[in-house]
DNA sequence: TATGAATGAGAGTTCATTCAT
DNA sequence: TATGAATGAACTCTCATTCAT
């Protein structure tokens, strides 16, 4: 997930945007701040553009349509937080840190961006039917992080063995993205990594061999 | 959920569903059957009504419009699992065995009526604000199941004291929920509920002391 | 115009109506009520048939369909007017004093049932084709007493000799139908016929030789 | 009412009208044309887009819904006969003689489009709630103009003063709006405006002491 | 006669997308 | 590149009318 939000996003932008060139980030965070608020389908193409404080037909000369900002928004995201974990993951050895720096991450990376979280746990889960094949593969391939550190601790003995892998890392992934959807869900705007290390502990200690 | 669904949802219906009377839950089964493969807003009326095998018009003389179509198949069927849930939990005097009798519950309300999972899964999580509260008040009341059993269960000394009782029942509710999202994105169609004492053993192992 | 207004049109019907028979009368002040209150394209033959205490379907045992409810009230209440105004033209020799008693039993009958004043004003303008021919021939046959009187008017000396008789008539049409639009849309609920002789001074001024 | 009517307002235009660009007035001519024609609620928008040589979605550029469209073309038309109206009483002195140049101006501005008349007869005269409140207001204005002849001439001692000023300037645009009308319905299409002399004898004959 | 559930055609309006400038 | 006026397909919901009971 991008680590920062360019400026203009949260504000009406029409003013201060205007002019700083760069329209196509400009776009893409005004489109994530509108599909947060409005959800996908409520989202009009000519909110998105006069939010990023360029004319509609502007849109169309970066993206090919509608969808097309909300993937390259969530790719763009998600890409950015799978090579920052892979690269970060690389360096601990201990599945069970792993994990927990995994947690970690996740949190950080959607507790320090709102709406990009809110899109993650809305819009992500439309049915379009080609959105969820999508979203789907992003989740393998997180998935797929999670599922070789409880390989990993299964084999060294320090995870249960008896425990499904596959199930065990839904578990993981459920786990922490309820707790982001539970955060993004509230009125208070606590900070969501504080809960990093809670939800590690659960998870880790049902994973961990007694 | 819904005790039974009739049987013509899942096909075309326009033909035999015809004169079968009632035609509220004919409707309403439609409805979800739409509501799962094309989602909220892309679901026209018309799919709904042909699917049921009645006019555009009659819809209207059941539901005031689609969003209290989509509101009243999610409501009855939450209400009439919340239903079954309290009365059978209420005869488990284990925490440990609740939490796991739930996961069970869930699964198989789910496990059993694919098209209504899905729309749990993918339409409940839409941004209408309206939708967003009204989905969050069931989330709260489901959760409040789960944090009792927490609650007694660390009274009891059986589960981790140190453990903050929302987080954990989040984290319960993330894994049961996640193993039913990766199950409405799976190609093949294996039996949900044989999954549950997979995730509860997880979950309850991270919350039991050692 | 219909000398009394069935009591229950004003009301809601629905419960005092029901049973006293005579639907017909029923059905039909229901629908002046409600024209008058919604304009002709605004009321819904359901309203109409709420308020008359009957079902939907019972409106159509008496008339053919929306429009001719409307032709029926109209027709029904004209007629009635206009044989009251032949019958009572017929007893007065003086044509000036015709006038004046025409004018006076147009605000009468009209200033007794607001609500068919309010049809009569405000829908019987309405440009369907049809509807418009309908009510031109109306206004023709009541033109014709005034037109009657004026040319008698005019033959005895009278009446200036210069005016075009058909202008002069509608000039009185116009100034007595103008008093009744007028309180129609006026707040405070006047009598209208106290009206009368003003206008009738007004015009009869403007016809008589000096 | 409006200066010049754009000449493609009366044929089909769909052909012709194309491209001339400024499509603002064009589609305000084609509205005024259809509703003339079928009515307010019969008109469709897509007949009047059509008539305009425009795409149905333009209209909503122009205009916010299709009510809205009637009261542009009512206000403008009738602020424009106000302003004028008012300009040319102005320089008239004689109360009679500013009542006789009124009535040939409302007969000359109608007179000279028929379209636009048929809309103010008919249309204008609908139980919408909010369009009596609005063309009641209209009325009051133009009714100002005639009270104030009426009053100035009964001050002047030249109308007679037993006369209900109110009364009177009611049958005074009775009569005028009833020529209108009869035009409206008429046949044939005579020049309107060359009744205006034998209406203003009539009335004024009637306001103007022996 | 009477009912009222059911019908389905119909229209206002929105908005993603295009394209002439 | 950038614009934004124009497009027109699409869709929800209403309501006059019908007809089985």
Redesign the interface.
């Known amino acids: 997930m991008p680590k920062r939000e360019s400026p203009e996003a949260e504000g009406t932008a029409t003013t201060a945007a205007r002019g700083t060139g760069e329209k196509y980030p400009r776009i893409l965070d005004a489109a994530v701040a509108v599909f947060?608020?409005?959800?996908f389908?409520?989202a009009r193409v000519a909110d998105i553009a006069s939010r990023a404080g360029v004319a509609d037909g502007t849109v169309y000369l970066y993206f090919k349509n509608k969808e097309e900002i909300l993937m390259t928004a969530i790719n763009t995201a998600f890409n950015a937080f799978m090579t920052d974990a892979r690269a970060e993951l690389h360096q601990i050895s201990s599945p069970a840190e792993r994990l927990r720096r995994l947690a970690n991450m996740h949190l950080h990376a959607l507790g320090s961006n709102r709406n990009l979280a809110?899109v993650f746990?809305?819009?992500l889960?439309?049915?379009?039917r080609f959105l969820?094949t999508f979203s789907?593969e992003h989740?393998v391939e997180y998935l797929e992080l999670v599922r070789d550190a409880i390989r990993e601790g299964q084999q060294k003995g320090i995870f249960?063995p008896?425990?499904?892998e596959k199930?065990?890392a839904?578990?993981f992934?459920?786990?922490?993205?309820?707790?982001v959807?539970?955060w993004v869900?509230a009125e208070e705007d606590y900070p969501l990594a504080s809960?990093a290390d809670?939800?590690a502990?659960?998870?880790?200690?049902?994973?961990e061999t007694?």
């Open positions: 947060a608020e409005k959800g389908h409520l809110v746990q809305m819009e889960r439309q049915s379009t969820t789907h989740m249960r008896e425990l499904n199930i065990a839904n578990c992934f459920g786990a922490v993205d309820e707790i959807t539970s869900l809960a809670a939800v502990n659960v998870i880790l200690g049902g994973l007694k």
